[in-house]
């Protein structure tokens, strides 16, 4: 389990995920990795590049030969709309968790590692040309209903058999707009998902 000893050795550098929903991320990226799934990686929300590290990291541990691809907007969240509103409070607004994509950049210069192909923009917005043929792995943290939505337009038609998509936030009651726009997607629960720690694990058979 190259992913634990990872998490051992490394700091998490943001309050965005914590160590249980992270290890279930690298946990299912690296037994991705071991079954040999074809395609490469990618990751649709990135922050301050918390999460991003650490995939860079185990992507050099297992399998040096994949791509890694980072999408986000750099200016923030979104507006919420209707299916983003939740009983428990209003926080996370449209502005919040702005981080430029030189800060971004900036992150892999200090832990001296290779940054992803790096896109800027909405995911809505992006052109082929930006994504990648086919993956293997995807990582989908945008948070909003709408982003969740457009992330998974472009993630699951590029996912090969055997691959995984895993979703942060899921079932979480601060941000049901996640939950809400993965049943949306595929027209109910998926009968392969499965979720732990706010993060859904959906393979594709």
Not at 37 to 51: L, Q
Not at 126 to 155: R, T
Request: net charge negative; proline share 4%.
């Amino acid at each position: 389990m190259h992913y634990a000893a990872l998490l051992s050795n490394y700091p998490i550098i943001s309050d965005q995920i914590d160590q249980p929903a992270l290890a279930v991320v690298l946990r299912e990226l690296e037994s991705t990795l071991q079954r040999g799934v074809v395609g490469d990686i990618a990751e649709f929300g990135c922050y301050i590049g918390t999460t991003s590290l650490f995939i860079r990291r185990l992507l050099d541990t297992v399998d040096t030969s994949k791509q890694f691809y980072a999408y986000d907007s750099f200016v923030g969240l979104p507006d919420k709309n209707d299916y983003d509103q939740s009983r428990v409070g209003d926080a996370f607004q449209g502005g919040e968790l702005r981080v430029s994509k030189k800060q971004f950049l900036q992150v892999f210069q200090k832990a001296n590692l290779t940054p992803p192909i790096t896109h800027k923009g909405w995911f809505k917005d992006l052109s082929v040309i930006q994504l990648p043929e086919s993956l293997a792995f995807a990582f989908l943290d945008g948070d909003f209903y709408e982003s969740i939505l457009d992330s998974l337009k472009l993630a699951w038609p590029r996912l090969q058999k055997g691959g995984v998509l895993t979703v942060d936030d899921y079932a979480r009651e601060a941000l049901p707009g996640v939950t809400q726009a993965v049943h949306d997607f595929f027209g109910g629960t998926p009968s392969n998902l499965r979720y732990e720690h706010n993060i859904a694990i959906i393979k594709r058979g």
